[in-house]
Structure formats: structure tokens, C-alpha cells
T-cell receptor
Framework: GQSLEQPSEVTAVEGAIVQINCTYQTSGFYGLSWYQQHDGGAPTFLSYNALDGLEETGRFSSFLSRSDSYGYLLLQELQMKDSASYFCAVRDHERDSNYQLIWGAGTKLIIKP | DTAVSQTPKYLVTQMGNDKSIKCEQNLGHDTMYWYKQDSKKFLKIMFSYNNKELIINETVPNRFSPKSPDKAHLNLHINSLELGDSAVYFC?????????????FGPGTRLTVL
């Protein structure tokens, strides 16, 4: 079967660093994506990892370890505007060679002043 | 310019009614999707079309029928609406159906069935 696990909620302080973990179980792993969704808004793309290692984009970084079926999103210098839900999604091609995104349930990030 | 647009943004209707949600993308993408996001924020893929052809059809009641008149449009028609259909429906598009293509989401349509 296919499954992704991520914490339902994480709380951090403004200016701090927070890591949101994602573990996955799929049969045809292709890559791990992260999306951000503010309350009332639409998911927006943050990052994509196809290979092992760390990808950095400004204050956000994403890490992948394919051997451990594990990835994380690292947010540095947290700002209040980073309060949102963060979804990991795995690109899988188990079914009929059509790639589709398998989504985690999302992690609600709460930032306190 | 809005990349992926949906109408309406809000839809309130009675049980048993039939309603449609429209989606258009001006990104020149080949693939479009419909997602349902429930109150617990879980994103569930419903359908995916590639160049007007259905490629993903998850376990969705046949009251839901997607239609793609061209690759820039993917509409969703729902018959005999039920209370459990209340959710936010997102349309999305990507360059293609494979590889590492980023999905671009519309603003969502909040459907409330009374």
C-alpha cells in the first residue's frame, strides 16, 4: 500500500528553527514534494527532492533520504506569516505508469511570538 | 493574470441539487486535476485529465462527472448532492502527468450542502 506520515501539529517560536518530518511507504517512489497552505488558501509548491540530500531555498530547506524513506522540511528564522499547514507529497507511479501525487495529511505549524 | 481560476468561489445549495464547478488554466499545461479537501484538511485526488483524456479516476461516486472540453478547462459536475459532499474542491494543473512537475492550484470552491 501507499502511506505518508507527518505530525499533525507543530508549535514553534518566532525566529526559531523548526523541522517537519515525513516518512513514506510507496512502491514506485519518484520524488518528495512539499506544499504550503495558509488557512483559506490554496496549496502552493515549496520544494521537490528527487535525490538524497538537502535542497535550500532561502529560509526553507528540504531533505530526502531514499534509503530511509524519509524527508523533512526545515524552516529557519520563523516568521508569523509561516503559520500554515505543510503537506508532504510523494510522486508514485504504481498504477498504470501514470504518475500521481500521494499526499500526507498535513502538519499545522503554529508560531508563537 | 490568474494562472488557475475556479468559479464559483463559494457554493451553498440544498441536498439533492445538481451543481457544476468550472476550472480554467492559462499556463498551457497538459494535465489538470480535481481534488477534494475535507474539514480535516486531507487532500484527496478525484480525477486527472491529460490532454482532455481521463488518466486518473479514483474511487469517487458516479454522481461526480468531470468534463474537459479542451486542455485548458476541466469542469466538475455533481448530481444529487449529499451532505458529505461539503468540502473545498481544488482544481490544479501541471505541465504534464509525469516526472517532477509542480502542481498549480486554483483558489478553491467551498461547497456547502444544506
Amino acid at each position: 500500500g501507499q502511506s505518508l506520515e507527518q505530525p499533525s501539529e507543530v508549535t514553534a517560536v518566532e525566529g526559531a528553527i523548526v523541522q517537519i518530518n515525513c516518512t513514506y511507504q510507496t512502491s514506485g517512489f519518484y520524488g518528495l514534494s512539499w506544499y504550503q497552505q495558509h488557512d483559506g488558501g490554496a496549496p502552493t509548491f515549496l520544494s521537490y527532492n528527487a535525490l538524497d540530500g538537502l535542497e535550500e531555498t532561502g529560509r526553507f530547506s528540504s531533505f530526502l533520504s531514499r534509503s530511509d524513506s524519509y524527508g523533512y522540511l526545515l524552516l529557519q528564522e520563523l516568521q508569523m506569516k509561516d503559520s500554515a499547514s505543510y503537506f508532504c507529497a510523494v510522486r508514485d507511479h504504481e498504477r498504470d505508469s501514470n504518475y500521481q501525487l500521494i499526499w500526507g495529511a498535513g502538519t499545522k505549524l503554529i508560531i508563537k511570538p | 493574470d490568474t494562472a488557475v481560476s475556479q468559479t464559483p468561489k463559494y457554493l451553498v445549495t440544498q441536498m439533492g441539487n445538481d451543481k457544476s464547478i468550472k476550472c480554467e488554466q492559462n499556463l498551457g499545461h497538459d494535465t489538470m486535476y480535481w481534488y477534494k479537501q475535507d474539514s480535516k484538511k486531507f487532500l484527496k485526488i478525484m480525477f486527472s485529465y491529460n490532454n482532455k483524456e481521463l488518466i486518473i479516476n479514483e474511487t469517487v461516486p458516479n454522481r461526480f462527472s468531470p468534463k474537459s472540453p479542451d486542455k485548458a478547462h476541466l469542469n466538475l459536475h455533481i448530481n444529487s448532492l449529499e451532505l458529505g459532499d461539503s468540502a473545498v474542491y481544488f482544481c490544479a494543473s501541471s505541465h504534464s502527468s509525469g516526472g517532477a512537475d509542480t502542481q498549480y492550484f486554483g483558489p478553491g470552491t467551498r461547497l456547502t450542502v444544506l
